[in-house]
């Protein structure tokens, strides 16, 4: 797919919960580029000492609006946290290889902290295909569950929350949903130790899986290599170009 590199004008700003920001912006000539669930963009930051862009996972599209869920972890991400609506911020997009959003009928999608943030997109789309995706949805707390009222009108959400403050208490791979039900297909994102975790539950059940990787990237198109991961064919593959996502049995988890 083409990349375009676009100035967006931000149009609303939310704070779903402390630290994290939803950033709902618009091209500021023309129209948004085609993308898909899972596909990121490189957001620039004019932060003092950050040259290279930040990797943000595409969280919403509706028409020409495009929106992020950006957690504030660091100096690029605080930055992006303090935009206000009518500023201008340059854009790469789309990046990357999505979901696959086939013909899986029960389809769970597992997100942890702010890798929820693709999985939006990804249940948005399934929705207008006819599909009803189940969320299981996890966080430290109740109040890291980003965006949960959002969620529920794509499909079910199920919660675990580490405390038990809401849902079930545990890992996301606790929940008694795994025994319960039968799915065809888990897509996931989040952090590492989780998605592997979800790898091995799928793999055990026999579920097709995709997880998407949230390597450290530079250039985000395939030329500085910083992004590689060692994949089950014995090569380095560059994450930002062929992935993020990738099917479990691609990796070597
Ligand atoms: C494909 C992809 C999609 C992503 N989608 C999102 C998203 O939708 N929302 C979001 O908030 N974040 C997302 N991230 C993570 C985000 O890019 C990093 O948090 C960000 O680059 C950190 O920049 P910083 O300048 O704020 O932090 P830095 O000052 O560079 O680092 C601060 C802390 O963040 C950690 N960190 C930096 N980069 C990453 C990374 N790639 N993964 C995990 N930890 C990191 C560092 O180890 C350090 O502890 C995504 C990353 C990738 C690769
Ligand atoms: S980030 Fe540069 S090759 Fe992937």
Request: hydrophobic letters at 40%; aromatic letters at 6%; a negative charge.
């Amino acid at each position: 797919m083409k990349k375009h590199i676009l100035d967006f004008t931000i149009t609303k700003v939310e704070a779903p919960a402390p630290t994290f920001v939803l950033l709902c912006m618009r091209p500021s000539e023309g129209s948004l580029p085609e993308c898909q669930p899972g596909q990121f963009a490189q957001l620039r930051t004019d932060a003092p000492d950050t040259f290279l862009r930040r990797p943000i996972s595409i969280h919403d599209v509706q028409g020409d609006e495009v929106s992020f869920l950006v957690q504030a972890v660091g100096r690029g991400t605080r930055w992006l946290a303090q935009l206000h609506v009518g500023d201008t911020l340059n854009v790469v997009l789309p990046l990357g290889r999505g979901f696959t959003v086939g013909d899986a009928k029960n389809v769970l999608l597992v997100g942890g902290g702010v890798g929820v943030a693709p999985l939006f997109l990804l249940g948005k789309v399934l929705k207008q295909r006819g599909l009803s995706p189940t969320f299981l949805l996890g966080a430290r707390t109740k109040d890291m569950l980003l965006r949960l009222p959002a969620f529920r009108e794509l499909g079910e959400v199920l919660v675990t929350t580490e405390d038990g403050s809401l849902g079930e208490q545990g890992f996301v791979t606790q929940h008694s949903v795994w025994n319960e039900r039968h799915f065809d297909l888990v897509q996931t994102c989040g952090p590492g130790p989780m998605m592997k975790a979800v790898a091995q539950l799928t793999r055990e059940k026999g579920i097709d899986c995709e997880a998407s990787l949230e390597n450290r990237m530079a250039c985000g198109v395939g030329a500085c290599l910083c992004c590689v991961e060692a994949l089950a064919d014995g090569h380095n593959h560059c994450v930002c170009t062929d992935g993020p996502v990738f099917n479990v049995n691609e990796l070597t988890w």
